[in-house]
């Protein structure tokens, strides 16, 4: 059973950059059966994907936040990593880590809220 | 703004059958398959449908999940208390290898 928890900082200052790890459990990060993805939900309103990192090491990511985000993997670790750059208020939201197994984002982590204030 | 469309609320008695719609472009709708996640205050969504109409197992089949043309729906029928919770619909796009998600609908049980 894949397990999976986000981790980092619950606060960014403005123009810094954001960065969010998540630890894999129950299974390998580099297996072929996985992708792996982030998605934020600001407060009060609906889910953002913002990008997803495949075996082959293909990234995609929301055309909206692409210039920023940077999705990268640990093998040693077994984990992924978010990076956002050049944060905002506007990027304030509880920030997901999921896989893809059989089915579009069916493990998800419990989330990690992060505000960007000064 | 969600390229996806939902309602953002709807309501209910117990027994009652309530439906979700979402309703997105055909270049997004067309050939890619709708999934639907619930997520209770406080906690992360979960798989609810996959690939229109499909429930992962432990899901309910008072749950079912449709699609015609742009648009599908989300149907929960014997609407229960526990039901109450947010609704989203995502799609797949495997031409652009993206994701997009709707707004999410809040289901209340009156």
């Known amino acids: 059973q894949l397990h999976l928890q986000e981790s980092g900082p619950g606060l960014v200052k403005p123009s810094e950059t954001l960065s969010l790890s998540c630890s894999v459990s129950?299974?390998?990060?580099?297996?072929?059966?996985?992708?792996w993805g982030w998605i934020r939900q600001p407060p009060g309103k609906g889910l953002e994907w913002i990008g997803n990192?495949?075996?082959?090491?293909?990234?995609y990511y929301n055309p909206s936040l692409k210039s920023r985000v940077t999705i990268s993997v640990d093998t040693a670790k077994n984990q992924f990593s978010l990076k956002l750059d050049s944060v905002t208020a506007a990027d304030t939201a509880i920030y997901y880590c999921?896989?893809?197994?059989?089915?579009?984002?069916?493990?998800w982590g419990q989330g990690a809220l992060v505000t960007v204030s000064s | 703004q969600s390229v996806l469309t939902q309602p953002s609320s709807v309501s209910g008695t117990p027994g009652q059958r309530v439906t979700i719609s979402c309703f997105g472009s055909s270049s997004i709708m067309s050939n890619n398959f709708v999934y639907w996640y619930r997520q209770y205050p406080g906690t992360a969504p979960k798989l609810l449908i996959y690939k229109n109409n499909q429930r992962p197992s432990g899901v309910p089949d008072r749950f079912s999940g449709s699609k015609s043309g742009t648009s599908a729906s989300l149907a929960i029928s014997g609407l229960r208390s526990e039901d109450e919770a947010d609704y989203h619909c995502?799609?797949?796009?495997?031409?652009?290898?993206?994701?997009?998600f709707g707004g999410g609908t809040k289901v209340t049980v009156l």
């Open positions: 995502a799609v797949r796009d495997d031409s652009l290898s993206g994701v997009v």
């Open positions: 129950g299974g390998s990060i580099d297996s072929i059966f996985y992708y």
């Open positions: 999921a896989s893809t197994g059989s089915w579009l984002f069916d493990v």
């Open positions: 990192r495949y075996y082959s090491g293909n990234t």
